[in-house]
């Protein structure tokens, strides 16, 4: 299995898991990561991830 750290997902991740169930939050980021892959599969994008505000 490939792991790849994305820091704008894993921020949205931690975000969430301070508010809620960790298997929530975990679905969630999921969800948000099909919805980019399926916006770029339509627009035929690559992967640009928005910056991370620190």
């Known amino acids: 299995v490939y792991t790849c750290k994305d820091a704008y997902l ?3 991740f931690h975000r969430l898991n301070r508010r809620m169930n960790s298997k929530k939050a975990i679905v969630a980021t999921a969800r948000k ?5 399926y916006y770029m599969l ?13």
Do not use: I, K
């Open 33 to 37: 990561l099909l919805v980019s892959m």
């Open 10 to 12: 894993s921020t949205f």
């Open 42 to 54: 339509v627009r035929e994008e690559v992967y640009d991830p928005p910056g991370v505000s620190a």
